[in-house]
């Protein structure tokens, strides 16, 4: 099956910097999306992105579908930027689209 | 307000009592889902259904059963649960049709405990 790969696996940022988030994946895809699962636990759409560039307020994701990786940028970054930061990709399947999950990553922003 | 509903949000039961989580929409979507996240595992599949009267096996069914007789709910039931059970459940849902995908939404998740 697709492999869906995210780096790095763990980041701590002063508060302020600027990161960048890494999503590779194996094989053609038709949607991608990127989530924040907060210290609470809870999962929040970011970005629904299958290709292109878009922006919300300090966070931007770009996808390079042909290339096969996805970006999301965080800039000037706060306190409650801090959780997991999954990348999920679309295939299709015989039974219809199938969502696979990335491994995340944990980012940790300090004061 | 566009939203999954998961209840409980919190369980602590016991070996082999039965149990319900239920799962509600209000974005009228076909496509619903349960998955399961462990540490160090990640996010795993239970069960998905693509409308009203269809479900299907995702990557982790075994326990766990799912009934689709309504298009806003997907309750996932445990007949007999067990410690290996023990997890933060998400249920999800979003719209598919004619070809089309949408994003997928996320309730805020259930915390189950099997001792």
């Known amino acids: 099956g697709i492999q869906v790969e995210q780096s790095p696996p763990d980041l701590i940022l002063q508060e302020g910097a600027n990161s960048t988030l890494r999503c590779n994946f194996s094989?053609?895809?038709?949607?991608l999306q990127w989530f924040h699962q907060n210290p609470w636990g809870q999962l929040i759409n970011l970005f629904y992105?299958?290709?292109g560039t878009k922006q919300n307020g300090r966070l931007s994701a770009t996808t390079v579908a042909t290339e096969r990786y996805s970006l999301l940028y965080i800039s000037s970054s706060q306190t409650t930027d801090s959780g997991v930061y999954f990348c999920?990709?679309?295939?299709?399947?015989?039974?219809?689209?199938?969502?696979?999950f990335g491994t995340g990553t944990q980012l940790k922003v300090e004061l | 307000e566009a939203q999954v509903t998961q209840n409980p949000r919190y369980l602590i039961t016991v070996t082999g009592k039965k149990l319900t989580v239920t799962c509600s929409q209000n974005?009228?979507?076909?496509?619903m889902s349960w998955y399961r996240q462990d540490p160090g595992l990640g996010l795993r599949q239970i069960y998905y259904?693509?409308?009203?009267?269809?479900?299907d096996k995702g990557d982790v069914p075994e326990g766990y059963k799912v009934s689709r007789k309504e298009k806003r709910n997907f309750p996932l039931i445990l007949e007999s649960p067990s410690p290996n059970q023990t997890s933060l459940y998400f249920c999800?849902?979003?719209?598919?049709?004619?070809?089309?995908?949408?994003?997928?939404?996320f309730g805020e998740g259930s915390r189950l405990t099997v001792l």
């Open positions: 974005m009228n979507h076909e496509y």
């Open positions: 999920a990709v679309d295939i299709l399947t015989g039974g219809g689209n199938k969502l696979t």
């Open positions: 094989d053609s895809v038709n949607n």
């Open positions: 999800a849902s979003r719209h598919t049709a004619g070809g089309f995908t949408g994003e997928l939404f």
């Open positions: 259904s693509m409308n009203v009267e269809v479900t």
């Open positions: 992105i299958p290709s």
